[in-house]
C-alpha cells in the first residue's frame, strides 16, 4: 500500500525556520518525482517545490525562491523541504505527493498524496 507521510509542521514566528520530511514507501514502480504542495484556506492547493528522483532536478514557485529548499536523503523516496525566512502568508497545510513523470506545478498528474502537515507562521 503506497504511504506518503509528511511530518516537522508547526507553529514559528516570523523570520524563523522548519524543515519538513516526506517519506513514500509502499511503490510497486517507483515514483520519477515527488512535490510538495499547500493550501491555505480558502486557497488552491499551491505547488511550490518538486525534486526529481532520478536526476535531482528541481522546481521552485517564484512565492519559495530563495527561501525554501527541497531535497533528498539517501534513502529511496525520502525527500525534504527546508524553509526558512517564513512569513505569515506561508500559513497553510503542507502536503507532499508523488507521480510517475517529471515534475510539475500543478496538482493534476500526482497519482499519491500525504495527509498534510499544518505550518502556522505567526507572531
Known amino acids: 500500500q503506497v504511504q506518503l507521510v509528511e511530518s516537522g509542521g508547526g507553529s514559528v514566528q516570523p523570520g524563523g525556520s522548519l524543515r519538513l520530511s516526506c517519506a513514500a514507501s509502499?511503490?510497486?514502480?517507483?515514483?520519477?518525482?515527488i512535490g510538495w504542495f499547500r493550501q491555505a484556506p480558502g486557497k488552491e492547493r499551491e505547488g511550490l517545490s518538486c525534486?526529481?528522483?532520478?536526476?535531482?532536478?528541481?522546481y521552485y514557485a517564484d512565492s519559495v525562491k530563495g527561501r525554501f529548499t527541497i531535497s533528498r536523503a539517501n534513502a529511496k523516496n525520502t525527500v525534504y523541504l527546508q524553509m526558512n525566512s517564513l512569513k505569515p502568508e506561508d500559513t497553510a497545510v503542507y502536503y507532499c505527493?508523488?507521480?510517475?513523470?517529471?515534475?510539475?506545478?500543478?496538482?493534476?498528474?500526482?497519482?499519491?498524496w500525504g495527509q498534510g502537515t499544518q505550518v502556522t507562521v505567526s507572531s
Open positions: 525534486i526529481s528522483l532520478s536526476d535531482g532536478s528541481t
Open positions: 509502499g511503490f510497486t514502480l517507483d515514483p520519477d518525482a
Open positions: 505527493a508523488s507521480r510517475r513523470s517529471y515534475c510539475s506545478r500543478y496538482p493534476n498528474g500526482y497519482n499519491y
